[in-house]
């Protein structure tokens, strides 16, 4: 029954219809195709026309076999992923994109490191509360140092991931690729939205954070304040608020005057300690002016001698 | 041309059914499920759709399947039901009886309204 010519045709026909599904996951081509010879060789059996006169054309069978097996029909958005596919090979065929991807893998240690670095980054901008952050943490300064320590023990458990999720095939689990796109993108608008970090921490700001006050004085604008004890002692180092609790800081610039902000613990200026310290242009400091202290009754003022 | 593609269209949707109510009489392979269907009158059915059917079904879990030598030809691999299979076959036949009741019933009294 089954001679050679027919067993020739089986074959052909049946090779033509899996060339006809080849766009199938594998493990659903072998599901459909696993005894589709010898399912044609029954048919081819029956009688002695060629298969393709009795079943129609190899991918008209092909068409047929995927809509009686639920498949979506090859097009539309297959044929989407077949353009992308073909663009992919196109692109695999340059010799210096096969030399990068051959060497990327390399590099892979360095963005287990390069997330952990962004991550902290991205969380600190979150948690910061209003003070600025900057791309190389300051190691003086208290947050800046906790930055640090994050950073380390980041890329120890950022490392830790990436070598156990490499360990079996190639692709590691499908959350650890949507975090590293999260990682990378909020990295990324962390560091776009940050300024350079300033060194330099004895040299004049010249436009820190803080509220401003608009208050003036003589029609001027408020450039500093000298506090002074009822009786009369100049203080140094005083700390005004508003009355939200906000640092105040004067609102008005001398002209040809620059204010030095003394730095806190935290690397960040204070600017709103009084009286501030000013210069002018000529390095000199602006002296304290004279005042007219008002005259009140004389009270007993504390001494730090006191007589028995 | 357009009736037989109209009714190809109509038999894909109860192709499941009609391969189950087949293999519910007898334990078949392949080509003895399309010949047996054509034999009952379904002359459009293809053979690519029982065969890719009888995968799917199988795929599905209604199905057993095992190989029987043959002497003449290449062994055949035959399919059954199994529980599932059976589950399916008696929900589908009760959802088919009442499908087709309603259809007769909305065409008869199309025909008889036409005809009186």
């Given amino acids: 029954m089954a001679d050679e010519t027919q067993l020739n045709d089986v074959a052909t026909y049946a090779a033509a219809v899996r060339a006809q599904l080849s766009d199938l996951p594998p493990g659903q081509a072998d599901v459909l195709l696993e005894d589709l010879e010898d399912h044609l060789a029954e048919v081819a059996a029956e009688s002695g026309a060629p298969l393709a006169a009795r079943l129609g054309s190899p991918a008209a069978y092909a068409a047929e076999l995927r809509a009686a097996y639920g498949l979506a029909q090859e097009?539309?958005?297959?044929?989407?992923?077949?353009?992308?596919?073909?663009?992919?090979?196109?692109?695999?065929?340059?010799?210096?994109?096969?030399?990068?991807?051959?060497?990327?893998?390399?590099?892979?240690?360095?963005?287990?490191?390069?997330?952990?670095?962004?991550?902290v980054l991205a969380l600190a901008v979150l948690l910061r509360g209003g003070r600025a952050i900057h791309p190389v943490p300051n190691p003086l300064s208290s947050l800046g140092l906790l930055e640090i320590v994050a950073m380390g023990v980041a890329v120890v458990v950022s490392v830790r991931i990436g070598r156990?999720?490499?360990?079996?095939?190639?692709?590691?689990?499908?959350?650890i690729a949507v975090g590293n796109v999260v990682v990378a993108f909020a990295g990324l608008v962390a560091l776009g939205g940050m300024s350079t970090p300033d060194w330099n921490y004895g040299s004049p700001v010249s436009e820190p954070c803080c509220v401003r006050s608009d208050v003036y004085a003589a029609n001027r604008p408020l450039t500093n304040i000298y506090p002074y004890t009822a009786d009369g002692k100049p203080l140094d180092g005083v700390l005004l608020y508003a009355q939200y609790g906000q640092?105040?800081?004067?609102?008005?610039?001398?002209?040809?005057?620059?204010?030095?902000?003394?730095?806190?613990?935290?690397?960040?200026?204070?600017?709103?300690?009084?009286?501030?310290?000013?210069?002018?242009?000529?390095?000199?400091?602006?002296?304290?002016?004279?005042?007219?202290?008002?005259?009140?009754?004389?009270?007993?003022t504390p001494s730090p001698t006191p007589t028995p | 041309m357009q009736q037989r593609a109209?009714?190809?269209?109509?038999?894909?949707?109860?192709?499941?059914?009609?391969?189950?109510?087949?293999?519910?009489?007898?334990?078949?392979?392949?080509?003895?499920?399309?010949?047996?269907?054509?034999?009952?009158?379904?002359?459009?059915?293809?053979?690519?759709?029982?065969?890719?059917?009888?995968?799917?079904?199988?795929?599905?879990?209604?199905?057993?399947?095992?190989?029987?030598?043959?002497?003449?030809?290449?062994?055949?691999?035959?399919?059954?039901?199994?529980?599932?299979?059976?589950?399916?076959?008696?929900?589908?036949?009760?959802?088919?009886?009442?499908?087709?009741?309603?259809?007769?019933?909305?065409?008869?009294?199309?025909?008889?309204?036409?005809?009186?």
């Fill in chain 1, 75 to 119: 097009g539309g958005r297959r044929w989407r992923f077949a353009r992308l596919a073909r663009l992919g090979r196109w692109i695999a065929g340059f010799e210096s994109y096969r030399a990068v991807r051959g060497y990327l893998p390399e590099l892979r240690p360095a963005w287990w490191v390069l997330r952990a670095y962004l991550l």
């Fill in chain 1, 164 to 175: 156990w999720s490499r360990r079996g095939d190639r692709g590691g689990p499908w959350p």
């Fill in chain 1, 247 to 300: 640092p105040l800081m004067v609102g008005g610039k001398g002209s040809g005057v620059t204010t030095q902000y003394p730095m806190g613990a935290d690397g960040l200026p204070i600017t709103n300690e009084y009286p501030q310290r000013q210069t002018r242009l000529d390095g000199s400091v602006v002296p304290r002016p004279r005042v007219a202290l008002p005259v009140v009754a004389a009270s007993p």
């Fill in chain 2, 6 to 116: 109209d009714s190809s269209q109509l038999l894909k949707g109860v192709l499941d059914l009609a391969v189950l109510a087949v293999l519910a009489d007898h334990d078949s392979y392949g080509y003895d499920v399309l010949r047996r269907l054509r034999e009952s009158g379904l002359n459009e059915v293809g053979d690519a759709s029982v065969y890719g059917t009888l995968r799917r079904l199988y795929q599905a879990g209604a199905l057993t399947t095992y190989v029987v030598p043959s002497d003449e030809g290449p062994h055949r691999k035959y399919y059954g039901l199994n529980d599932r299979g059976r589950k399916a076959l008696s929900e589908s036949t009760q959802t088919w009886t009442a499908l087709t009741a309603a259809l007769s019933q909305l065409l008869n009294g199309r025909s008889s309204k036409n005809g009186g």
